[in-house]
């Protein structure tokens, strides 16, 4: 656990004002991706015996997703850092105004395990570009990937920049958050946790962002292309094994096209991970028992569309479809967070939204129709995070996109521009020139009410 002799070089380190020059963020954003090429072949095999991620999958969901959010803040960060110009009131004329963009200070960010590199990594990202001091908390349960991390970061930056800090989660950031008062928290990671980090950041009044679970609801309208849907649905539903916070958690069907539905997800697994998933290189595994013992439960709360396989000793879980699931069972009630997917039919849209609302605000929503009308009645009725039409878990790859959850599933968002706005306070700028100083500012006030109403009637 880290003294607060550590934390107070952070904050003596920002204080110097090393991190506020464009050449200091450039240079340091170009570090971290120099870094992450230099230990590509050792993240990969970390990312493997954490999770068994094949290379491709590392690269795509991983690496190359950090890659892609420093090229576009290195592309973009001269104009992100740039005053924006705003206008002036009639009262404040010939002030001029302007927002700056501050850097806000020590941040701590803390990443969960599911994917322990870009989830701590991306809003690193963010972070360093908008000029801050970071703390990195990781998640304890990927300890291969961890243990890469905190060497490369230790290589490229001093700890009284960028500090990496590894220990049990409920340990380590209490006594942190506690001894001192970090700028900002921007945390990933169940919602649960996230409570208790709200509460203790609450005590010293420090903002944060929350990147929380919940249960993604993906909808099937009778008038979608059944097969790019299914396709769609499996691919994001059973990568990283279903331990994604964006995967579509269950499958709400139209009844007209259920089995059709069903006999296509069902032939499309084999296709991505053959009829041996547990032999495939590119089909992952359970972070651990924990989460093993608590999916598997879910396994006996429907009927087996098909997969149902288990493997306790290599933490196997076949990616499985399950029916005739009932709206109250646990799997319809908890946040999967396994490769477990629950269909049910619904008739018509008040059902099915009746059962989305037992879980309101979800990280996303998804949606399949070729209906535009249908499109907007659906995205209208389902308030959350974000959205795909037509597609699941993509619009998290667009960084012209916020990416964040809204009530249970998280509060504040990032990607791209959006982490350079969480990680720096817009302070705004008045300038007034001294050769215009009216009278009629100043006391005595008595008699100008008249003047006053004209001004803003
Ligand atoms: P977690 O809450 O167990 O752990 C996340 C982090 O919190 C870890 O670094 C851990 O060390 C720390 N932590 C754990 N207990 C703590 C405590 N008592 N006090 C302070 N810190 C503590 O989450 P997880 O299991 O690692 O991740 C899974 C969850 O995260 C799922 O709910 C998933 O949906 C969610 N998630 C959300 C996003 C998102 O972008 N919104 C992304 C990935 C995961």
């Known amino acids: 656990m880290e003294g607060s002799s550590s934390l107070e070089k952070l904050r003596g380190y920002f204080n110097q004002g090393h991190t506020q020059s464009y ?3 450039k240079e340091q954003l170009s570090k971290l991706k120099a870094a992450i090429l230099e230990y590509e072949e050792e993240l ?4 493997r015996q954490d999770l068994k991620k094949s290379r491709e999958e590392s690269w795509v969901t991983e690496l190359g997703f950090v890659m892609a959010e420093i090229n576009a803040a290195l592309r973009n960060l001269k ?4 005053p924006e110009r705003k206008g002036t009131n009639l009262v404040n004329l010939p002030s001029s105004s302007r927002v700056m963009k501050e850097p806000l200070g020590v941040v701590l960010v803390i990443g969960p395990w599911n994917y322990p590199f870009m989830l701590l990594m991306n809003p690193v990202v963010g972070a360093i570009a908008a000029g801050n001091c970071v703390l990195m ?8 990937t961890d243990a890469v991390m905190k060497k490369m970061i230790e290589q490229i930056y001093p700890p009284e920049y960028i500090l990496y800090v590894q220990g049990e989660g409920q340990r380590v950031i209490p006594a942190m958050m506690q001894q001192f008062a970090f700028d900002h928290v921007f945390y990933t990671g169940s919602t649960e946790v996230g409570r208790i980090i709200y509460k203790m950041a609450a005590e010293k009044l420090v903002p944060v962002t929350l990147e929380l679970g919940g249960k993604s609801p993906c909808v099937i309208e009778a008038d979608a292309n059944i097969k790019v849907a299914a396709n769609r649905i499996a691919v994001t539903k059973f990568s990283n094994a279903g331990q994604m916070c964006v995967a579509p958690d269950y499958l709400l069907v139209h009844e007209s096209v259920l089995e059709s539905t069903l006999e296509a997800i069902r032939d499309f697994i084999p296709v991505m991970y053959s009829a041996k998933p547990e032999e495939d290189d590119g089909y992952c595994r359970i972070i651990n028992e924990r989460q093993f013992d608590r999916i598997e439960k879910y396994l006996k709360e429907g009927k087996l569309v098909c997969g149902g396989r288990t493997d306790k000793s290599r933490l196997f879980i076949e990616p499985t479809v399950l029916r005739d699931v009932s709206p109250d069972a646990a799997v319809m009630n908890e946040e999967i967070f396994g490769p477990v ?3 049910i039919p619904f008739r018509t849209m008040e059902e099915a939204i009746k059962i989305i609302s037992r ?3 979800p990280l996303s929503f998804y949606i399949y129709t070729s209906s ?3 499109e907007a009645a659906w995205l209208q009725a389902v308030p959350s995070g974000g959205a795909c039409v037509n597609n699941c878990s993509w619009h998290l790859t667009n960084h012209h996109l916020p990416f964040g959850g809204r009530g249970f599933s ?3 968002n990032y990607h791209g521009k959006y982490s350079f706005d969480t990680f720096s306070h817009a302070k705004a700028v008045m300038k007034t020139p001294y050769w215009f100083d009216p009278k009629i500012k100043y006391p005595p006030m008595k008699g100008k009410l008249k003047i006053f109403k004209w001004v803003i009637r």
Request: net charge positive; aromatic share 12%; hydrophobic share 30%.
């Open 44 to 47: 990969y095999e970390a990312l």
């Open 372 to 374: 535009r009308k249908k």
């Open 23 to 25: 050449q200091f963020r």
């Open 359 to 361: 879980h309101p605000n």
């Open 137 to 144: 908390k990781p998640s304890e349960f990927a300890p291969a």
């Open 79 to 82: 104009r992100w850092m740039r």
């Open 410 to 412: 998280g509060t504040g």
């Open 341 to 343: 997917l629950p269909v």
